[in-house]
């Protein structure tokens, strides 16, 4: 009895395993046809959303993009040149000074005691001159009434030229101390800013020292050094022999311009350990946006297209024919329209053949567009599910949803209003 409930308890265990099996396999295929593929069929039901842009005539800059390092247009380390004690330093760190503007002063006592001395030699030599010159003339007038010896006139003669060259001398000396005596003004050479001060007053400075006092450099204007590609510089040198070459220093995002400047020269040789050419351009840097030192991308404009037709990039798809966009007809259907590229960037691509200045091109939503494909235009501030909501709707309406019939399911926005919104 045991063993025949045993086998009614597995045979009844088995039929509802097959029931539950039967079932779920009758299920699934229902499904997958209304889940997946519905689906899929959903999102290709109607018009795709689009963004479209119109093809635009315009002048177009032709850039050459480098990489370069700024530098200070010039750069001095003002260092004594004469030895003594430091006085004074007459500019505080940073400062912007001009030429001439008094930075130092070196203790003058013994300089000025030295153009003194040198000053009343010449005096002590030139009383000397007048007295040899009047003797001279005594002799001459002997000499030419025989009254005196010719030979006395000639030897006065020496005395007086050696004396006019001694005063000479003497003047130079002065010349010297008194220069000797200037360097004791510590002065600026040039315009500029000046560093970190390398000594302090009461120091005993030398002319030999290497470090110098402070070092200034010459940041308005200032000057960047960068390179390029070997391939370049014939387009570079045809663009320099019309005139001078605009180039501009772009700031850290790469997009704002810091600083507009010129080419100013162009290196008389090739790197042939990197296949570039060094170039050199000025900038006025009015409000310091550059610092020396600084790595800066840098443009240099070599050319401008008149007038030609330009499209956003996005619209630019690649295939296996080549370039083409999508070129939006008057029934609201894309076509696939081959074209010619001669130039393009990040945000717009300069069209050579292929479109007119009057059409609108796709510039998103190419996954779902084929040639003749509907599309509904939307703009960039829509909701991208927007398209999408519409469909569940309007089969929720053709199931006899009331919902969707009162208004109160989800709407799509009205393809008309989405179009004239389109820039």
Avoid: C
Wanted: glycine share 8%.
């Amino acid at each position: 009895m045991k063993t025949f409930r045993r086998i009614l308890a597995i045979v009844i265990v088995f039929a509802l395993v097959g029931g539950v099996a039967f079932y779920i396999t009758k299920q699934q295929p229902a499904k997958k046809s209304s889940g997946g593929g519905g689906r899929f069929a959903r999102n290709n039901d109607g018009p795709v959303p689009v963004l479209i842009a119109p093809a635009k005539t315009l002048d177009v800059p032709v850039y050459l993009d480098g990489v370069g390092t700024s530098k200070a247009l010039n750069t001095v380390t003002v260092r004594p040149q004469v030895d003594g004690i430091l006085l004074s330093v007459n500019f505080k760190e940073g400062q912007d000074v001009k030429r001439g503007d008094v930075l130092a002063r070196i203790d003058p006592v013994t300089f000025q005691a030295q153009l003194d001395q040198q000053v009343a030699k010449k005096a002590l030599d030139e009383a000397q001159l007048a007295n040899a010159r009047l003797d001279l003339d005594r002799y001459v007038k002997l000499a030419q009434s025989n009254a005196g010896n010719k030979q006395q006139a000639d030897t006065q003669r020496a005395l007086v030229a050696q004396l006019e060259a001694q005063v000479k001398i003497d003047q130079g000396m002065i010349d010297n101390a008194r220069a000797m005596l200037g360097y004791t003004k510590i002065t600026a050479p040039i315009d500029g800013r000046t560093g970190i001060r390398q000594v302090d007053e009461g120091n005993i400075v030398h002319a030999a020292d290497a470090t110098g006092i402070v070092v200034i450099t010459q940041i308005k204007p200032i000057a960047i050094l960068f390179t390029l590609p070997q391939q370049q510089i014939n387009q570079v040198n045809k663009a320099a022999a019309k005139g001078a070459l605009p180039v501009e220093a772009m700031a850290a995002d790469n997009t704002t311009v810091a600083d507009r400047g010129t080419l100013q020269v162009v290196d008389n040789q090739v790197d042939s350990t990197t296949g570039t050419v060094k170039l050199k351009a000025e900038f006025p840097n009015p409000e310091l946006q550059i610092w020396p030192g600084q790595f800066i991308n840098v443009r240099l404009l070599i050319d401008t297209l008149r007038q030609v037709i330009v499209v956003p990039t996005a619209a630019v798809q690649r295939g296996p024919n080549g370039t083409f966009v999508y070129a939006v007809k008057d029934d609201n259907s894309v076509t696939v329209r081959p074209v010619t590229v001669s130039l393009q960037d990040d945000t717009r691509a300069v069209i050579t053949t292929g479109l007119e200045a009057s059409d609108k091109v796709v510039t998103t939503g190419f996954a779902r567009l084929a040639e003749g494909t509907k599309i509904t235009i939307t703009t960039p501030d829509a909701t991208p599910t927007a398209p999408v909501k519409r469909q569940p709707g309007e089969r929720r309406k053709k199931r006899g949803d009331s919902s969707a019939e009162s208004g109160n399911g989800p709407r799509a926005p009205k393809t008309e209003g989405a179009r004239s919104a389109t820039p």
